[in-house]
């Protein structure tokens, strides 16, 4: 039973909302006039959002969500735990969050990278290993070995990490991909159809 001092979960959840504003959009690599453009919500008032100032509504956090391409209960931090659910902790190696989507020891790992604009000068590195890489969000500029490839949303890209290699944003805006790791050797089987039987 809750004491009478104690907060509610709502409350609990909506003095956590600004923060969690605040914290992905600068993951995303966005200012706040971009964000303001984006959703059509003036900067001081996602400036007062994000600081607690001003109490969000749902005709805020819609646009602002949608701006994110997320869910509203996963913008809000609200998912309930469940089988069909993963809940992950994102990690920021090297100014880039990891999103780890794979939830137990296996060979091939799976996870979603989102990448800051300001992360656009190649450091090509080489380790063991083979990567599949989706673009979900913006221009990716990849590198590998001597050859440059540019990637669009919808676009993918394999490759052996053992060829120095480098990936990330082409243009000023955050990029987000999904990415395949597996063992040196271990490629990705892409189905394009059923056979019939």
């Excluded at 209960?73 to 309930?80: A, P």
């Excluded at 604009?117 to 190649?122: D, K, T």
Aim: net charge positive.
């Amino acid at each position: 039973m809750r004491r009478m001092d104690e907060p509610s979960p709502i409350a609990i959840t909506l003095a956590q909302v600004g923060p969690r504003l605040r914290r992905i959009r600068t993951e995303r690599g966005l200012t706040l006039s971009a964000l303001a453009e984006a959703t059509g919500i003036s900067i001081s008032t996602l400036s007062r959002l994000e600081s607690g100032r001003r109490r969000a509504s749902l005709e805020m956090l819609l646009p602002i969500a949608q701006a994110h391409r997320l869910p509203l209960d996963e913008l809000l931090g609200t998912l309930e735990s469940g089988k069909s659910r993963m809940h992950t902790r994102p990690r920021v190696r090297h100014g880039r969050v990891h999103f780890s989507l794979t939830n137990r020891p296996s060979p091939l790992q799976a996870w979603k990278l989102v990448i800051p604009a300001a992360q656009n000068r190649p450091e090509p590195c080489t380790h063991e290993g083979h990567v599949w890489l989706y673009v979900l969000s913006g221009r990716v500029r990849v590198v590998l070995g001597d050859r440059e490839l540019v990637l669009e949303p919808g676009e993918a890209v394999e490759f052996d990490t053992g060829v120095p290699h480098w990936f990330g944003p082409l243009g000023g805006s955050a990029v987000e991909v999904l990415g395949l790791l597996g063992g040196r050797g271990e490629r990705v089987h892409v189905r394009t159809g059923l056979r019939s039987r």
